[in-house]
């Protein structure tokens, strides 16, 4: 009877050891502000995969006791933006995708117009969006270890707005950054339905 508690104790503690480890691994911004008029938002990898083009990232956020989050793929084989200081492989075509993971990626965006004080309004994220982006590095993207920038640009006939979009694989997270506050309420509409 001893052996089967001590069994089931160690068996519950292991399992509730790697639930506290997964919900430490996730980014919370519950208490996200901005720091020198600009508002970061930081997200944890969860989950990778890969296809024949991209590798695919889940990313999730905790605000409160909501989760949110949504997949950002990045496409394979992009080589240095800036060889010896000069430009080369500058612009990357369909070079990151944003895709929704249902009502998660809602409440991102809503989040972040909350965050960037827009007006009250539901959003919802599209259901995929791809984009040219700006290679910023001088070193060819590690997709294990490494860590990477890029600018993405979005745009309709009306308006553009401009997003950076951080990797950085060593401490698992994907950044979206604010490139220009005065972008705020076109990077919301421009991600929305």
């Given at each position: 009877?001893?052996?089967?508690?001590?069994?089931?104790?160690l068996i519950l503690l292991t399992i509730t050891s790697c639930k506290t480890d997964q919900e430490q691994k996730v980014s919370n911004?519950?208490?996200l502000?901005?720091?020198?008029g600009f508002i970061d938002f930081p997200f944890t990898i969860t989950n990778t995969k890969?296809?024949?083009?991209?590798?695919?990232?889940?990313?999730?956020?905790?605000?409160?006791?909501?989760?949110?989050?949504m997949l950002?793929?990045?496409?394979?084989?992009i080589k240095a933006g800036f060889v010896n200081g000069?430009?080369?492989?500058?612009?990357?075509?369909?070079?990151?995708?944003f895709t929704s993971i249902g009502e998660q990626s809602n409440r991102l965006l809503n989040?972040?117009?909350?965050?960037y004080n827009l007006p009250?309004?539901?959003?919802?994220?599209?259901?995929?969006?791809?984009?040219?982006?700006?290679?910023?590095?001088?070193?060819?993207?590690?997709?294990?270890?490494?860590?990477?920038?890029?600018?993405?640009?979005?745009?309709?006939?009306?308006?553009?707005?401009?997003?950076?979009?951080?990797?950085?694989f060593l401490l698992n997270t994907i950044g979206l950054n604010e490139k220009d506050n005065l972008y705020r309420p076109q990077l919301v509409r421009l991600l929305s339905k």
């Open positions: 009877m001893k052996k089967t508690l001590a069994i089931t104790t911004l519950s208490n502000y901005s720091v020198d890969e296809d024949k083009d991209y590798y695919q990232y889940t990313i999730k956020a905790t605000v409160d006791n909501d989760t949110i989050g950002v793929s990045l496409k394979k084989d000069e430009p080369k492989n500058m612009f990357v075509d369909n070079g990151i995708k989040f972040m117009r909350k965050k009250a309004k539901d959003y919802a994220l599209k259901q995929e969006q791809i984009f040219t982006c700006a290679n910023l590095n001088q070193d060819a993207v590690n997709y294990k270890n490494g860590s990477s920038r890029f600018k993405i640009f979005l745009e309709d006939d009306e308006e553009n707005a401009e997003l950076f979009v951080n990797f950085n």
